[in-house]
């Protein structure tokens, strides 16, 4: 079974741009989270999707968005590039419903800002 | 206080030794805890997932899980020059079942 895909793999941009992040999860997950992980701060959630719908998100502010299609692939926006934008956004998809299944990441998107 | 509280290391062991990997977490809620392996430049694998106190073996690892002491830890076995890597323990916030907390990873570094 394939796994958690992620495009681009790498992607450079200015500040003030905008960027759209893809992630296909594995077949049959029908939950898609997003983290970004930078070295001073690790690993931090950004925002969980199932079913289309957004059911939680971390503490970051509104220029990070995303959503989830119906095919359950999922895209997240960051608008207004900043530099500590700069790292490595995850994304991992988890089994259908349930609660506290295991999360498998993909390979991320590495994001350099400048 | 951080969430969940990993030693940075770095934590070094001959090959074919055992490597203790140790967590402490705040939120008595948490339910679900996940030990990732993280190379360097690379995403993050699963490599256990353990919800009840206790033991739970799977090869050459070992999760144990004490709720009362608010300890998660990992033990790998016959460690390999290949275990060398950031490890990361995290758990299923107590007030949301859908988002990781992550701590800031031990790293291991296996000596041939």
């Known amino acids: 079974k394939a796994g958690v895909t992620q495009t681009p793999r790498y992607l450079i941009k200015t500040r003030g741009q905008q960027v759209t992040l893809s992630c296909s999860p594995i077949?049959?997950?029908?939950?898609v989270s997003w983290y970004q992980q930078t070295p001073g701060q690790g690993l931090q959630f950004l925002f969980e999707?199932?079913?289309?719908?957004?059911?939680n998100k971390g503490n970051f502010p509104g220029r990070f968005s995303g959503r989830q299609f119906s095919n359950s692939r999922s895209e997240m926006n960051v608008s207004t590039l900043e530099l500590g934008d700069s790292a490595l956004y995850l994304c991992?998809?988890?089994?259908?419903?349930?609660?506290?299944?295991?999360?498998?990441f993909g390979p991320g998107t590495r994001l350099t800002v400048t | 206080q951080k969430e969940v509280e990993q030693n940075s290391g770095p934590l070094s062991v001959p090959e074919g030794a055992i490597a203790s990997l140790n967590c402490t977490y705040s939120?008595?809620?948490?339910?679900?805890f996940f030990w990732y392996r993280q190379y360097s430049g690379k995403s993050p694998e699963l490599i256990m997932s353990?919800?009840?106190?206790g033991d739970k073996e799977d090869g050459r690892f070992t999760a144990q899980l004490n709720k009362a002491s608010q300890y998660v830890s990992l033990l790998i076995r016959d460690s390999q020059p290949s275990d060398s890597a950031t490890y990361l323990c995290?758990?299923?916030?107590?007030?949301?079942?859908?988002?990781?907390?992550f701590g800031s990873g031990t790293r291991l570094l296996v000596r041939p």
């Open positions: 353990i919800y009840s106190n």
């Open positions: 991992a998809s988890s089994l259908p419903s349930g609660v506290d299944d295991e999360q498998y």
């Open positions: 939120d008595r809620g948490s339910q679900s």
């Open positions: 077949s049959g997950h029908r939950s």
């Open positions: 999707y199932f079913s289309e719908t957004q059911r």
């Open positions: 995290a758990l299923i916030s107590g007030d949301s079942s859908y988002k990781l907390i």
